[in-house]
Every structure is written in structure tokens, then in C-alpha cells.
């Protein structure tokens, strides 16, 4: 069964090494976790194991066409969002895209200030957003535009504190495992230390403790970790 692994999560297929290499990491500084596939059948392999928030799809792809791929996914009932990389430009090919199941697409060569404006312009659609503002105690965490605040203070957070704290608040009085906190905030490529989650979330509560904030974070041993109002 496929798992939903936290905030914003994007899979990136594209073949070209470098180029998905800038995308990777021009998301990742944006607040985004990334996987990439470099064929139709890595990213199949992905999406068979992840729930992604979004999918940016390269066309030309080694052994397969991305339109045959994205059109499979849609007969697979796969919803999530595509935005189409594409170095055809005309009308009709544009046009034949979106009516395959692409939500938005970008001709090559493009800029990659306005890749993240059609990223961000398209998780902003209703259908893709199923909470505005998650909160608790006297924090609130703005899911569409990563801020948050504690008592009516923005505060800095990094994206993996912040992928911690999102998936917590989703659960608010439920205890949220372990495993689950890992994949909300490591991409299948992070090499992650067998204590990574533990400090990842020792981090956000001294964070949320030093701004005065009313929740606690309560870990269950050999279970993973609970969000409280204190």
C-alpha cells in the first residue's frame, strides 16, 4: 500500500542528470522533499510506494514516452498534480497534454523562478490542499506557505523540523510512528543515521520550547512520538 510521507513531497522524472540535479536542489532549498527517476520505470516503482504531492514529468524519456507514463498513472487513478516538461511548443501538442491528465506544463528551456511559481501556482488549487492552517496551543503552521508562528510570532524553522512538526500536528493526541516521521522528512536518497528522526525532533522542541510555545512532543519508546495542547 502506497504511504502518504509528509508535506510537499515531489518526484522529479526527468533523464537528464544535471538538469534534475538543479531541480532537486532548487526544491529542496525551497521546502520540498525530492526524489528523482531517470525512467518511466523508476518512477512507476516510486509512485507504486509513495503517495506524491506532486509530479514533474519529463516527456522524453530513455525506453518509454512520458505521455504513454503520465497517461498510465491517470488510468491507475494516480491524482496527483503533473506539471509536463516538454520541448514541444505547438498549440495542439500542448493541448493533447493537458487533455492526457497534465495540470500545467513548461516548454524547454524554462526558468526555474517560474518552475516554482507553477509548482507552488498549482499545489495552491483547491483539490490539492486539504488543510490551510494546522495549529495547536498557541502555534499555527500555514501548510501553503510553510510559515509559522508561535503566539502570533513568525518564527525560522528548517524543512525537516518542519516536516516533523506538520506531520505531528496532523495527528494532533495521536501517536505518530516513528518510521512515518522518516519518511515525511528524508527523500529515498538521504542517508539517514539511525538517530536522525530522534534529533530531528529534539531540535524542534528545544525550537518550539526557546519561543514559548503550549505544545509538548512526548516520545513513546520503541513506538515514535505524540503532539499535546499543554
Not at 536542489?25 to 512507476?44: M, P, R, S, Y
Request: charged fraction near 25%; glycine fraction near 6%.
Amino acid at each position: 500500500m502506497r504511504q502518504k510521507i509528509g508535506p510537499m513531497r515531489v518526484l522529479v522524472v526527468e533523464d537528464n542528470v544535471r538538469l534534475s540535479a538543479v531541480i532537486a536542489k532548487l526544491l529542496t532549498e525551497n521546502g520540498f522533499a525530492v526524489d528523482l527517476a531517470a525512467d518511466a520505470d523508476t518512477a512507476e516503482a516510486a509512485l507504486s510506494q509513495v503517495q506524491y504531492d506532486m509530479i514533474l514529468l519529463d516527456l522524453t524519456l530513455p525506453g518509454a514516452e512520458g505521455t504513454n507514463l503520465l497517461r498510465s498513472l491517470r488510468r491507475a487513478g494516480c491524482t496527483a498534480p503533473v506539471i509536463v516538461v516538454t520541448a514541444r511548443a505547438e498549440v495542439m501538442q500542448r493541448v493533447e497534454l493537458l487533455n492526457t491528465g497534465a495540470d500545467d506544463y513548461l516548454v524547454k528551456p524554462f526558468s526555474l523562478d517560474e518552475l516554482l511559481a507553477r509548482i507552488r501556482a498549482v499545489l495552491r488549487r483547491p483539490a490539492h490542499i486539504a488543510v490551510d492552517r494546522l495549529s495547536a496551543g498557541n502555534i499555527s503552521l500555514e501548510t501553503g506557505t510553510l510559515t509559522l508562528e508561535v503566539g502570533g510570532q513568525a518564527v525560522e524553522i528548517p524543512r525537516r523540523e518542519l516536516g516533523v512538526l506538520e506531520t505531528l500536528l496532523r495527528s494532533l493526541g495521536r501517536l505518530v510512528p516513528k518510521r512515518k516521521l522518516s519518511e515525511a522528512i528524508y527523500s529515498f536518497d538521504d542517508e539517514v543515521t539511525p538517530n536522525a528522526v530522534e534529533a530531528a525532533v529534539s531540535r524542534l522542541r528545544r525550537r518550539l520550547q526557546s519561543h514559548g510555545a503550549t505544545v509538548s512532543i512526548t516520545a513513546m519508546r520503541g513506538l515514535g512520538y505524540v503532539m499535546t495542547d499543554t
